[in-house]
């Protein structure tokens, strides 16, 4: 099944895909590991291909979309292991201006929210002006920065001078991640933490509310 999804993902099959997804779930698989055993390694073997030139951009946009097909029909099933009675924390969240990169932004989100956290989150391109507003709105604990591109990067240092002028940078925690960005860039840039995917980010934000 898994390897069927992978397939219909680097197809770029939305229809396949999402039948696929429906039938594992239906079959009792867990969606968290239809995610991290199928839809991942589709999208992260069509990025392989990417790099290696035998997939170009058209193939890569239709892997993106069977992967949120895949998603739309698994992240409710995540949150629906939300705890609403202990929220673990408010976390913000959301992909930097310039950047369209949605999926990982929102698997970490997914996997906050049934993690117990109250997730709200932004989208993608979003400006440090939006992120400020929503900081002084929200009040939340935490605040991520996804970024995928290496030209959207320097975007997190911004946000995080941008809550410092604010004067709001000692009221969240801010944590960066995204495919290029790593401890050493979430350090140089003043960030409180990095983590390389939605699990790392739950044990991350769990532990810094200890
Ligand atoms: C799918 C994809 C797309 C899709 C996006 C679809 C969508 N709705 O999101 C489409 C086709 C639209 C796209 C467009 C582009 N893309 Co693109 N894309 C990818 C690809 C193949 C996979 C990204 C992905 O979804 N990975 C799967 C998820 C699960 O992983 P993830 O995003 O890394 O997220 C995990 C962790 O990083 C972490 N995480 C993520 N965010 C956060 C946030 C916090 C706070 C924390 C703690 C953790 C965390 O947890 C996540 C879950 O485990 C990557 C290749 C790659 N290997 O990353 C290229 C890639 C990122 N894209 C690339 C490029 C160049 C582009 C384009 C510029 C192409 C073009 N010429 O137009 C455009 C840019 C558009 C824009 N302005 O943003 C390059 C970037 C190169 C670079 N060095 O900057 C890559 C690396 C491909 C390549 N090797 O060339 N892309």
Redesign the pocket.
């Known amino acids: 099944m898994f390897e069927k999804i992978k397939a219909a993902i680097l197809d770029g099959d939305v229809e396949e895909t999402a039948a696929l997804v429906k039938k594992a779930l239906a079959d009792g698989l867990e969606p968290l590991e239809v995610l991290n055993k199928g839809c991942?390694p589709g999208?992260?073997k069509?990025?392989a291909l990417?790099?290696a030139e035998e997939f170009f951009?058209p193939e890569?946009?239709t892997?993106?979309e069977a992967?949120?097909a895949a998603m739309e029909l698994l992240l409710p099933e995540l949150r629906k292991k939300e705890d609403a009675w202990q929220s673990a924390g408010k976390f913000v969240?959301g992909t930097v201006e310039?950047?369209?990169?949605?999926?990982?932004?929102s698997?970490?989100a997914s996997m906050l929210s049934a993690a117990g956290f109250e997730v709200f989150d932004l989208g993608i391109d979003v400006s440090a002006e939006r992120f400020i507003e929503e900081i002084k709105t929200k009040e939340p604990d935490f605040l991520?920065?996804?970024a995928?591109?290496?030209?959207t990067m320097p975007k997190q240092q911004e946000v995080i001078d941008a809550l410092k002028e604010a004067g709001l940078r000692d009221k969240v925690k801010v944590?960066?991640?995204?495919?290029?960005v790593s401890s050493e860039w979430a350090e140089k840039i003043g960030a409180d933490g990095?983590?390389?995917?939605?699990v790392a980010?739950v044990k991350?934000a769990k532990k810094s509310k200890e």
Do not use: Q, R, W
């Open positions: 991942i999208i992260e069509a990025g990417f790099e951009l890569l946009i892997a993106g992967t949120k969240i310039g950047d369209m990169h949605d999926i990982g932004k698997i970490v991520g920065l996804s995928l591109l290496t030209s944590f960066v991640g995204g495919a290029p990095y983590a390389e995917d939605a980010a991350l």
